[in-house]
C-alpha cells in the first residue's frame, strides 16, 4: 500500500465554501495517508515547493484536491509517483451550495475515496516489445500506393501486396480526374505513372503482385504475415498494417427499374468511365454516337433498400463526366438528375463550372423508371423543378452507381450468408447448415487480411460493410489495434481524400510501431503502460473475457484459457468488468481499488433522510460532461457520489452489489451514446452493459430490491447542461422508493 499525501487547494473559492480543517481531519483519518496540509494555490511556486516537501515527508503517491484534472494537467506530475486528483473545484464548490453541511460531506467523501484509491495504484512499468520497423499495406490503389510512399519517405521499411498484375487500381483506369488544385474548375491527368514508378523503385518498398494474404497473426510490431505471389510462398514480419484494399460500384443488376439490364443502352459510371477514356461516347446497341445523355444520380444510394448512404463522390464524378463528354462532342447534350448536387470540399468552383456549360442541363428531382422507347430510352421523373410526371428521351442512360467497400463482401461472408437463407428455408441438410452458422457466425468482417484471431479473419465492419471506426476522434482505427483502414475502404472519397487517407493511415501504423517499441498503448489511453494481468490460478475458463474484448486482445488455448496479447490490447477494462472471478486487474484500475473506494463513501442510516447515490461515469464522455456542468455552475443533488470507470462496459457487477449491499439507495450508470452514431472509444461499451443489466436485475431480485434502484443512461460530452436535470430525476425516483432496506443491518 502506497503512502499517501494529501494536499487540498485554497484556491478558486474553495477555501470560501468549505471546512478545510474538517477536510484535513478526514483525509488524515484515512489508511495509508500521512497528516493534510492546505495551501493558498497549489498550482503556483509555492504550491510546488509544498508538494516536494510532502514527498520529503516519504508520501509515494499524492492526492491533489483542486480543480480538475483537465487543468494544469502536467503541474502536480512528480517521477515515481502517482497523483490522483479530486475535483473539489468542479464537482463540489461550483455545482452545490457553500457552507452547506451536506456539501462538506460531499467534499469529504470526495476525498477520501482520493486517498482509497491512491493508497492502492501500483505504478505501472513499461514492457517494450521487440518491434519491427516495417509496414504492410494491402491494396496497390491510390491510398494503398500513398500509404506505402509516406512510410518509406519517413524511413521505415514497406511490404506493399497489390492482388492485380499492375498497382493504380481503378486509377489505372482513369484518365482524367477531378480538380485537386485552386481554382478547381479543370480536370486533371491522373498522374498515375510516376506514382507507380516511384513506389517500383524505392529501395524501401517491396512490391507483391498477383499476390493475396494467407494468414496475419501476433501483435503490433510483431506481426506474422505469410503471403502468396504467384506461385511463391512468403513469411515476413511487420510492425504495422495498412488496409487500403478499395471499393467496388454497387450491383447494377439490383437497378432494373431504370432500366439497367433491359437496355444495353443504360450503362453506370464505371462503364461510361471506360468510355470517355476511349475517346468516343457511343450508344452499345448501334454503336452510333450518343447526343441525348442522362445521368441519374444516387442511383441505389440513399434508399433503404439499396445502399443507405452517400457515396460522396458520385455527383462530382458525373459533373466531370458530363464536361468531358461535352469536350469530347460540343453538339452532346447531358442532363443530370439528382437527387441533390453534393459537391464537397472546395469543389463548389467546379459545380459552377459545370452550370455554366449551355450543353449540362441540371435538375432535382426522382427518377421513377427507365423504359424503352423504340431506339431511344424514356426517362420518367415522378417529381422535379419541371414539375411531377415529367418525361425525357435519351440515348444513353449512365447510372451514378455507389461505392460499396472490397471488405463488405468475401468467401466468409457469403457462405454466412448463404447458410442462414437455408437455415430460413429449410432446404440442405439442416444440421451442417447449424454447424456452418455456428462456425462463421462469431467471425467478424471478411477474409481478406486471414487474421489469426478469435474474433475472425479480418476488420469487423459496420452494418454497410466499412471497417468499424471511431470516425470523429480516430478516424483511421479499427477494431484491431495496430491495423489501419485507408481510402475507400475506411469510407467513401475522391482521389484526394484517398491520397490524404494513406498518408494518415501510415503515420498512424508508424505511431503503432514505435509504442509498441516503448510498451505503451496509442489510444484512446495514450501513453498509458499498464496492461491487464491475469491471475490464471483461479481461471474458470468461462470465456466472458475472451468473448467480449472488441479488440481481439485475447486468443484461448485449447483448454479456453485465455492468451494475452498486451500489444494489442487499449486498456478498456471490459475483460475486467466481464469476470465474474475478479482475476483481471490494471497496476492503476482494479475491482478492488473501486470496491475500497465505495466503501470510502460514509452513508447516513434512513433516520437522516439523506440517500446516497453511486454514480459510475465513463471516463471519456459522462464525467467529463459532468465536470463541465460545474465548470459552467450548474447545480444538482448533493447526494450523488460519482467515480470515473474506463468504460461503462469495464465496470464488474461486483461494484453493484457491494454498493447496494453498504445501504446505497440507488446505482445511475452513466455511458455514452449508443447507435450508428456512437461516440464509445472502446465500441461496445453500452451494449455490454445493457447485457450485464440482465445480471444486475437477478442480483437486485436476490436481494429483494427494485429494480428501478439501478438506471443506465447514455450521455454525450456535450449533454452537460441537462446531466443536472437527468441526475435530479434520478434522485426524486431514490426518494420517492424510499431508504434502501440493507441500511438498517
Known amino acids: 500500500m502506497a503512502k499517501v499525501g494529501v494536499l487540498i487547494c485554497q484556491g478558486c473559492d474553495i477555501a470560501s465554501s468549505l471546512d478545510l480543517g474538517a477536510l484535513e481531519k478526514a483525509a488524515g483519518k484515512c489508511e495509508g495517508a500521512i497528516p493534510a496540509r492546505s495551501v493558498p494555490f497549489l498550482c503556483d511556486d509555492a504550491g510546488g515547493k509544498a508538494i516536494d516537501e510532502t514527498l520529503a515527508l516519504g508520501a509515494n ?55 482509497a484509491r491512491a493508497a492502492r495504484v501500483e505504478l505501472p512499468e513499461p514492457q517494450p516489445l521487440p518491434a519491427e520497423r ?16 509516406g512510410a ?3 524511413g521505415y521499411q514497406v511490404v506493399l501486396v497489390e492482388k492485380q498484375p499492375e498497382l493504380g487500381g481503378w486509377l489505372r483506369s482513369w484518365k482524367r480526374t477531378l480538380p485537386s488544385r485552386t481554382p478547381y474548375r479543370d480536370l486533371e491527368p491522373s498522374g498515375l505513372d510516376p506514382l507507380v514508378a516511384e513506389v517500383e523503385k524505392h ?97 441505389g444510394s440513399r434508399d433503404a433498400n439499396h445502399l443507405a448512404y452517400c457515396s460522396n463522390v458520385c455527383c462530382r464524378v458525373t459533373l466531370k463526366q458530363a464536361l468531358w463528354a461535352r469536350e469530347l462532342d460540343p453538339a452532346c447534350e447531358t442532363y443530370v438528375l439528382a437527387k441533390e448536387i453534393r459537391t464537397l470540399g472546395l469543389h463548389e468552383d467546379f459545380y459552377r463550372r459545370a452550370q455554366e456549360d449551355a450543353g449540362i442541363f441540371i435538375t432535382k428531382g426522382e427518377v421513377a423508371a427507365v423504359e424503352l422507347a423504340g431506339r431511344s430510352l424514356l426517362v420518367r421523373m415522378a417529381t422535379s423543378q419541371l414539375g411531377d410526371n415529367i418525361e425525357l428521351e435519351v440515348d444513353l442512360v449512365v447510372l451514378a452507381t455507389g461505392m460499396v467497400p472490397v471488405a463488405a463482401d468475401g468467401p466468409a461472408i457469403r457462405e454466412l450468408r448463404d447458410a442462414r437463407k437455408a437455415l430460413a428455408k429449410g432446404d440442405g441438410n439442416l444440421e451442417v447448415v447449424k454447424a456452418t452458422i455456428a462456425r462463421l457466425e462469431p467471425h467478424e468482417g471478411t477474409d481478406i487480411l486471414g487474421l489469426d484471431y478469435r474474433q475472425g479473419p479480418d476488420l469487423p465492419s459496420l452494418e454497410y460493410g466499412f471497417p468499424d471506426s471511431h470516425f470523429i476522434c480516430f478516424p483511421y482505427e479499427t477494431r484491431r489495434t495496430g491495423i489501419y483502414a485507408a481510402g475507400c475502404l475506411r469510407a467513401p472519397g475522391d482521389l484526394e481524400s484517398c491520397r490524404i487517407d494513406g498518408e494518415g493511415a501510415a503515420l498512424k501504423a508508424i505511431q503503432a510501431i514505435e509504442h509498441s517499441a516503448l510498451g505503451e498503448a496509442m489510444h484512446p489511453r495514450w501513453g498509458d503502460i499498464s496492461p491487464p494481468t491475469f491471475n490464471l490460478q483461479r481461471c474458470t475458463q468461462c470465456k466472458r473475457c475472451t468473448e467480449e474484448c472488441p479488440f481481439g486482445t485475447l486468443d484461448e488455448d485449447e483448454k479456453c484459457t485465455p492468451k494475452p496479447n498486451p500489444g494489442r490490447c487499449r486498456r478498456c477494462g471490459i475483460c475486467l ?34 440517500p446516497r447515490i453511486l454514480m459510475l461515469l465513463c471516463e471519456n464522455d459522462a464525467y467529463p460532461a459532468l465536470e463541465l456542468a460545474g465548470f459552467h455552475r450548474q447545480r444538482y443533488s448533493t447526494f450523488v457520489r460519482a467515480i470515473p470507470v474506463r468504460c461503462l462496459g469495464a465496470i464488474n457487477v461486483v461494484w453493484l452489489s457491494d454498493a447496494l449491499a453498504r445501504g446505497f439507495d440507488g446505482i445511475l450508470l452513466l455511458g455514452c451514446k449508443p447507435g450508428e452514431q456512437t461516440q464509445c472509444h472502446y465500441s461496445r461499451d453500452s451494449d455490454l452493459m445493457a447485457t450485464r443489466s440482465e445480471n444486475v436485475k437477478q442480483k437486485l431480485k436476490q436481494m429483494a430490491l427494485e429494480e428501478q434502484r439501478v438506471r443506465i443512461e447514455h450521455v454525450a460530452l456535450s449533454d452537460y447542461l441537462t446531466l443536472p436535470t437527468l441526475i435530479d430525476g434520478f434522485v426524486k425516483r431514490i426518494e420517492d422508493l424510499g431508504p434502501n432496506p440493507f441500511k438498517e443491518s
Open 61 to 115: 503517491a499524492l492526492v491533489i484536491a483542486a480543480c480538475s484534472a483537465r487543468f494544469h494537467t502536467r503541474a502536480f506530475v512528480r517521477e515515481h509517483c502517482h497523483t490522483e486528483r479530486v475535483s473539489l473545484r468542479e464537482l463540489v464548490v461550483a455545482s452545490h451550495e457553500p457552507n452547506d453541511e451536506d456539501t462538506q460531506m460531499l467534499a469529504e467523501d470526495m476525498l477520501r475515496m482520493g486517498v
Open 152 to 154: 518509406a519517405r519517413a
Open 203 to 299: 529501395p524501401r518498398i517491396q512490391v507483391h503482385r498477383n499476390a493475396q494474404l494467407i494468414r496475419v497473426s501476433g501483435q503490433p510490431g510483431q506481426f506474422e504475415v505469410e503471403l502468396k505471389a504467384g506461385e511463391q510462398q512468403i513469411s515476413t514480419r511487420v510492425g504495422a498494417i495498412v488496409q487500403a484494399t478499395g471499393w467496388k460500384p454497387y450491383e447494377a443488376a439490383k437497378l432494373s427499374h431504370l432500366g439497367y439490364g433491359r437496355s444495353p443502352d443504360v450503362i453506370t459510371n464505371v462503364d461510361f468511365e471506360r468510355m470517355l477514356a476511349a475517346g468516343t461516347v457511343k450508344r452499345p446497341s448501334s454503336g452510333l454516337l450518343a447526343r441525348r445523355i442522362a445521368f441519374i444520380q444516387c442511383a
Open 577 to 610: 468488468g466481464a469476470c465474474p472471478e475478479r482475476i483481471i486487474s490494471y497496476a492503476d484500475y482494479s475491482v478492488d481499488m473501486v470496491v475500497r473506494m465505495i466503501k470510502a463513501i460514509e452513508v447516513p442510516d434512513e433516520l437522516e433522510e439523506k
Open 134 to 149: 516495417t509496414v504492410l499495406v494491402v491494396g496497390g490503389g491510390p491510398s494503398g500506393i500513398a500509404a506505402a510512399l
